[in-house]
């Protein structure tokens, strides 16, 4: 290990199951949640001896709803983490909740496993609209919240909001922003809705049950976010990601910036020493397939082998050309964008010389633009990220 880790863990259960969502999660199964986090804590206390205890700098708790397991599991994990691997001091330790889950002895009990920064999946603060989106909570219930995590002692809160919802207006939008903006977290996330194919809320737009979002009005709220984030102090460092200075999410700044990173728990995604592998999706294969490992030796605890025992679905050694292309589409996502020196550094070869054809009609175009060193993505560029990424990585 060359480098810190950063160190995701994936906790697939929730109470229901959004219409909107296709992550790996699971409703109905809480059963297994205790051959789950046993599981978990073992495949943490392997990679920990594998890797001879490295060097952590970010924990992320994500799911799924992690606030939705007892406090003690989240105990448990974490004292399995800090036994399994060296966290640094002041690392970042990130738990996604529900505002449902939000009590003040849930809070408590976080704080004292380590857990210092919350992230909160808020949405909207409309009620039609939280509504459509299949979420437990209502608009006064997330403030509530958030009140809440504040008044016992997080002083590190991320809120996730949506845009470009169906039949979502600008104004909706815009008393969102402002209600949210008053609340003064530390970070906020804001993502435009993607449709993803075989989710009930793609199956509804398609049949007409309900409304297609437009698109120029995505756009158009995307716009209100960054002028009203900005008159409110925040930095928009990342394409969907804004904080106060210095609040900036560390943990998803290491993927951003093609760090290394170490994920646990089914359909968990790792880039580690040159290799990208996946865990199996299945919680029930998953807990068959780490006690089927848990006998190999330190030495034998490597992607290849875990591919061929079940436990990951895939594992690939990643070669210069498909990592520099990564980076790229990873870095432009930052208002920092990609610098040049650091580039030719780390890959031996300039990104002019590298993708001289991609960064000249892109830039032609008016997507693209260099500027003290770094190539970044302009105004419009952020509004197109995806036509710019797909052109380094086809």
């Not at 408590?108 to 949405?123: C, D, E, F, K, L």
């Not at 590190?156 to 209600?179: C, E, H, K, V, Y």
Request: charged share 20%; hydrophobic share 40%; aromatic share 10%.
């Amino acid at each position: 290990m060359s480098d810190t880790l950063a160190l995701y863990i994936h906790i697939p259960f929730c109470e229901t199951r959004c219409p909107y969502c296709d992550f790996n999660t699971y409703a109905g199964i809480e059963d297994l949640i205790p051959q789950y986090v046993d599981a978990l804590a073992e495949e943490l206390r392997l990679w920990g001896e594998a890797l001879a205890q490295p060097d952590v700098a970010t924990v992320f708790f994500g799911g799924g709803t992690p606030s939705y397991l007892h406090p003690k599991h989240i105990q448990h994990l974490m004292e399995t983490a800090r036994a399994s691997f060296l966290l640094m001091p002041g690392a970042e330790v990130t738990l996604e909740s529900n505002p449902g889950d939000i009590t003040p002895d849930r809070v408590q009990s976080w704080r004292s496993a380590g857990i210092n920064r919350v992230s909160t999946g808020v949405q909207s603060l409309d009620d039609a609209l939280l509504q459509l989106l299949g979420r437990r909570h209502t608009a006064a219930e997330a403030v509530q919240a958030y009140r809440c995590a504040r008044a016992e002692g997080f002083d590190n809160i991320n809120l996730d909001l949506m845009f470009g919802l169906p039949g979502q207006t600008l104004a909706q939008w815009q008393d969102t922003l402002s209600r949210v903006l008053e609340l003064r977290p530390e970070h906020l996330s804001m993502y435009c809705l993607t449709l993803e194919e075989g989710t009930p809320l793609w199956a509804w737009v398609r049949s007409g049950k309900v409304q297609e979002p437009d698109g120029d009005l995505a756009a158009d709220m995307y716009l209100l976010a960054q002028e009203m984030a900005a008159s409110a102090g925040y930095q928009h460092y990342e394409i969907s990601n804004w904080a106060l200075p210095g609040r900036e999410a560390r943990h998803n700044l290491a993927y951003w910036r093609s760090r290394q990173y170490l994920g646990v728990g089914p359909g968990a995604h790792s880039y580690l020493d040159g290799w990208r592998f996946a865990v199996v999706k299945s919680p029930r294969a998953y807990i068959r397939r780490i006690a089927a490992c848990a006998n190999l030796s330190c030495g034998e605890w490597m992607p290849e082998t875990l591919r061929k025992r079940g436990l990951l679905e895939s594992a690939d050694a990643v070669n210069a050309q498909t990592l520099m292309g990564e980076h790229m589409m990873m870095g432009l996502r930052l208002a920092e964008g990609v610098s040049d020196a650091a580039f030719r550094a780390r890959f031996g070869v300039g990104q002019a010389e590298q993708y001289s054809l991609q960064i000249r009609e892109l830039s032609e175009i008016g997507l693209l633009q260099w500027e003290d060193g770094c190539l970044k993505l302009t105004s419009q560029g952020k509004l197109l990220g995806n036509e710019v990424f797909q052109r380094f990585v086809a």
